[in-house]
């Protein structure tokens, strides 16, 4: 590892201009890239002190041997070395979006005497027109196979195409009048070049002239009594409809665009951008990336836009590009996509209306990617199986953490404080055997002393659940007389049947907390993992194994040391225990809406046996208030459809019983509520997870 002030520049030796610079390893490898507006300012920032940088940034400079620059005239020729140097050299250090697949495109080969129509993957060539990208290539061969009724260009190979030359027989296409042929000679190579021609301007999205112009030849064969010719203009013009159809509008002024959004988190992020043309969507595409750099949103989506116009010119560059953040400064990328495309180039975040509408989808399509990328590696088993061995190695366990429990805590400024507990089995989620607390043994927000609670009652219920299936800690064995019948009301355990039996409800479900995990993740920093391990060593478990995960780096905490575990980046298990953490945060959050909103919404209506949220509403219409209602008579109550007298009655009967409180207000919004009903089911209930249990069984921590 080597000191940053080994290589530091001497002072005043950096000058203060636009720039590129360059961090080599002691075998000159380039490991880095950057630009600056100015180098000295820029520079300075790598070489202050170790303990202020991010740890990313930290572990750059510390492998770094040298740095080196080159002083550029503006900011543009600065971002432009910059794509470069970082093609050329391919830093470790740098973002570097990778695709998730390589997606086709339709090519035409305008550089060919007879242009071709095909599929094309890879780079792209010069004098080719491209297409796309498309998500598959049979959505490619479907459009060309609609669109070569009305520009029958050719598709063949070239030799395919000189053997029909050579033969003077042209292919089953050309035979089907889907190819003009001009390998016999059918049609000229300037005549079969303007079809080519056309066949681009239509995929450009140049479609309105085109159709209207058949349509009048259409009508102008139909009243010269040329009926053939009028529905072959016919059912042309509805294959190029149809063709059409396979791109829906989403931008009603026929506007030329690219959209990118970016969805990330501590340590990956992937992007997604829609191409419309001609307010179509002609083609999507999705990188995904490791950040291996301390980087904003703004400076993903620079890196974004260097890929994707880096060898770009002309009308491959659109009009408009739309990003949900600019880079800083953004005049210098402006001004490079206005350079690559030959004309004014608009980067801004869409704000209201259609494209921001559009925009929303194609982050839904980032955030899916980015989930989906996640998913694949977490299904791998492999994959598993060495993040589970790098966290026993981390922590120092005896063996791999098969069952992993994360707890979380959520509340809204102290209000409606739930916790969460999610569990992962062999590296994947277990959503049977998810719960969720209400934490009641005291007011107000306190993390610490929540986390403390919500441990120590799920671990004596663990307690609870294991003294009736008889184990006896310390090779203790239970009384039995001679035929193994337990002479102290005891379970006494024969064999494996015996105690899988006994893990087990009548109806053969597990019990809610019957297995213990090898480790339990909380999310948080040293109060929380102290709290945590206090609640265990105070029921006498020594058995598990405890660790928190802190969000802000990402630093693994164990109880008793002063320092975190730092897990290298790239490490699976680091990965896995963030899974962990954000589900159990995600799940956390989701109960705490839950039950805010179900306490702002609370009535006594709710109460009445058989009156579902169709009715209520329709009382609430009829008479405005359950104020007003509650002082209405039977009769007043069945004037409204669907009340009869016998529900009438319930109704009043129920208002009747339910007495007015006092009203609230709540503080968050000014609005005023009624007080919640009192919770019948027990102060410290821990309800299983029914969206992620399959069966919707429900249980009580009590």
Partial sequence: MADPSSYRPRPGEIPDSPGVYRFRDEHRRVIYVGKAKSLRQRLANYFQDLANLHPRTRTMVTTAASVEWTVVSTEVEALQLEYSWIKEYDPRFNVKYRDD????????????????????????????RYFGPYGHAWAIRDTVDLLLRVFPVR????????????????????????????????ITAEDHRELAEEFCDFMAGRTGTYLRRLEQQMMEAAEEMEYER????????????????????????????????????ELEAA????????????????????KVEEVTTGALVEHALQQLYGEETGDAVPKEVLVPALPEPVEPVQEWLTGRRGSNVSLRIPQRGDKKALMETVQRNAQQALALHKTKRASDLTTRSRALEEIADALDLDSAPLRIECYDISHLQGDDVVASMVVFEDGLQRKSEYRRFQIKGFAGQDDVRSMHEVITRRFRRYLAEKEKTGEWADGEDTPTDGEGTPTDGGTALIDGDALGTSLKDDDGRPKKFAYPPQLVVVDGGQP????????????????????????????????????PVVLPRTSEGLYLLQRVRDEAHRFAITYQRTRRAKRFRASPLDEVPGLGDTRKQALIKHFGSVKKLRSATIEQIQEVPGIGRKTAETIAAALARAVPAAPAVNTATGEIIEDEEPDTTGGSSGEP??????????????
């Fill in 101 to 128: 697949k390589s997606y086709p495109y339709l090519a035409v080969t305008m550089n060919e005497e007879f242009p071709r129509v095909q599929v094309m993957r890879g780079h792209k060539k010069k004098g080719v």
């Fill in 230 to 265: 009028a529905a072959r203009l016919r059912d042309d013009i509805e294959a190029l409809k149809k063709a059409m159809e396979k791109n829906a509008v989403v931008l009603a002024d026929a506007t030329d665009a690219d959209l990118i959004a970016v969805a990330e988190d």
């Fill in 689 to 702: 997870a029914t969206a992620g249990a399959p069966d919707g069984r429900r249980g009580q921590d009590t």
């Fill in 155 to 186: 598709t063949c190979s070239a030799g395919v195409f000189k053997n029909a030359a050579r033969t003077g027989r042209p292919c089953l296409l050309g035979y089907i009048d889907k190819c003009s042929a001009p390998c016999v000679g059918r």
């Fill in 528 to 563: 929380q993992v102290a709290a945590a391990r206090r609640a265990l060593d105070e029921l006498g478990i020594d058995d598990i194994a405890v660790c928190g995960l802190a969000k802000r780096l990402e630093e693994v905490w164990v109880p008793g040391d002063d320092d």
């Fill in 271 to 290: 992007v997604q951008i829609f191409h419309v043309r001609g307010g179509r969507v002609r083609g999507q595409r999705g990188w995904v990336t490791d």
